[in-house]
């Protein structure tokens, strides 16, 4: 069994930055997952007493509460430094940048079109941003059914597809008087996209690493499935199931932008221990 990693793949920048952030801030609790990835959030905890904590009310003043990386609503943010609690913001820097542009525009007339999920937490801090509210959308079909103001700025989740971002932009181009697009999806996100899409068209059988409610993740998923029928997403090698290699020669791997290496390497010391 050929076994191969994709050439981008696993933590990214923001993700190893809140990493380092919550191992800086032993005793404290993250107010909602730090990641998408629940191994690593029990590592957290255990090495270094870093909590969880899922109501922004219960932080009481003087606690210490990290700011996940996905960010959280504004108004949310704001209560907790009124309340007198101690921030430690590890929201990551792409999303912030979303975040600014959403109110930035929103105060400029512009009508805010978010390309996203919305019950993502994310995309939830994003609109928050936006002073006159904003629409989110997941597809070009939803797009066709409504009606937008002549003025329309487009942001993006950071962990979306690129061609699809795109059929939604170039629908919207010719049929308004000024839409303002700005590129919020992670470099990462795109670099790691283009990866798999390459490594699946090639493999027999891929394996796709990380948290089962991860964005990102999924999206990789997705396009792996999209080139290799026999795509499989795991969150560690105790979900593997070995009969995926049976007549196969070429294995591909990659990972989500929350899934730490010492996972990665746990899965493919898996395969190769049983695979032949």
């Known amino acids: 069994m050929?076994?191969?990693?994709?050439?981008?793949?696993?933590?990214?920048?923001?993700?190893?930055?809140?990493?380092?952030?919550?191992?800086?801030?032993?005793?404290?609790?993250?107010?909602?997952?730090?990641?998408?990835?629940?191994?690593?959030?029990?590592r957290l905890e255990k090495d270094f007493n870093v909590g969880l904590t899922n109501d922004y009310k219960t932080f009481k003043a003087g606690d210490k509460a990290i700011v996940r990386t996905h960010g959280i609503p504004k108004l949310e943010l704001e209560a907790l430094k009124n309340n007198g609690v101690n921030v430690v913001d590890?929201?990551?820097?792409?999303?912030?940048?979303?975040?600014?542009?959403?109110?930035?525009?929103?105060?400029?007339?512009?009508?805010?079109?978010?390309?996203?999920?919305?019950?993502?937490?994310?995309?939830?801090?994003?609109?928050?941003?936006a002073t006159n509210g904003a629409i989110v959308v997941t597809s070009i079909e939803e797009i066709k059914k409504l009606k937008f103001s002549e003025k329309i700025a487009m942001v993006a989740q950071t962990t979306r597809k690129v061609d699809e971002y795109m059929a939604i932009v170039n629908y919207l181009i010719p049929r308004h008087k000024e839409v303002r697009v700005f590129n919020t999806i992670c470099n990462a996100t795109f670099e790691n996209q283009v990866a798999i899409r390459d490594l699946s068209e090639l493999a027999d059988v891929m394996i796709i690493i990380g948290g089962k409610n991860s964005s990102n993740t999924k999206q990789l998923f997705s396009i792996a499935k999209e080139h290799c029928w026999d795509?499989?997403?795991?969150?560690?090698?105790?979900?593997?199931d070995f009969s995926w290699f049976d007549t196969k020669e070429f294995c591909g791997i990659s990972a989500g932008a929350s899934t730490p290496e010492w996972i990665i390497q746990n899965v493919i010391n898996a395969i190769q221990e049983k695979v032949k």
Not at 119 to 125: L, R, T
Not at 231 to 240: A, F, G, P, R, V
């Open 231 to 240: 795509s499989y997403l795991i969150e560690d090698e105790n979900e593997i």
């Open 90 to 129: 590890a929201t990551c820097p792409y999303v912030t940048k979303p975040q600014q542009i959403a109110q930035e525009m929103s105060e400029a007339g512009y009508e805010v079109i978010i390309f996203g999920d919305e019950e993502h937490p994310e995309i939830k801090g994003v609109k928050s941003y």
């Open 2 to 42: 050929k076994i191969e990693l994709a050439e981008n793949y696993g933590f990214c920048f923001g993700v190893k930055r809140a990493i380092k952030i919550a191992e800086e801030n032993k005793n404290a609790s993250t107010y909602g997952p730090l990641i998408h990835n629940s191994k690593e959030i029990e």
